[in-house]
């Protein structure tokens, strides 16, 4: 179920992610296993979480991320749908920059995830958290 939202309706973390402790540069990994080859050092994971100032990209949709790892904001009046929720230290930039725009955290209904990447999924707990939306994530 990892990625997924169980039968209690937590967010389970992906247990291939990996983390720096503190970005101390000290890499760990999420379930205590090594760190595989795709999993970034903790530079390369702050030039991916940089601020990125959000902006309106056409109709409905916004971007919401960070410098490298994306976020966007679908705008509908039936609540909002916010794509993705970037690594777990880049929720809180998210949710500024939604605020940014002038849109409330309370008026996102829905997370996607596009993927079970740690990159994708890493913030969507705290998303949940502080938006209460439902999350949905592909079955594969």
């Known amino acids: ?44 994971r702050i030039e991916w979480n940089k601020p990125q100032a959000p902006f309106h990209v056409i109709g409905n949709i916004y971007y919401v991320g960070m410098a490298g790892v994306s976020a966007f904001l679908i705008v509908t009046p039936k609540g909002d749908i916010l794509t993705d929720g970037g690594l777990p230290e880049s929720a809180p930039a998210i949710e500024k920059n939604i605020q940014a725009l002038g849109f409330k955290l309370g008026d996102v209904k829905i997370l996607l995830n ?18 209460g939306a439902k999350f949905y994530a592909s079955a594969g």
Request: charged share 25%.
């Open 1 to 44: 179920m990892a990625g997924r939202e169980s039968r209690t309706g937590k967010i389970h973390e992906t247990p291939c992610c990996c983390r720096s402790a503190a970005d101390g540069g000290v890499r760990t990994h999420i379930g205590g296993r090594t760190p595989g080859p795709n999993c970034p050092s903790p530079k390369e």
């Open 114 to 131: 596009s993927h079970a990447h740690f990159d994708h999924s890493g913030g969507l707990a705290k998303l949940k958290a502080d938006t």
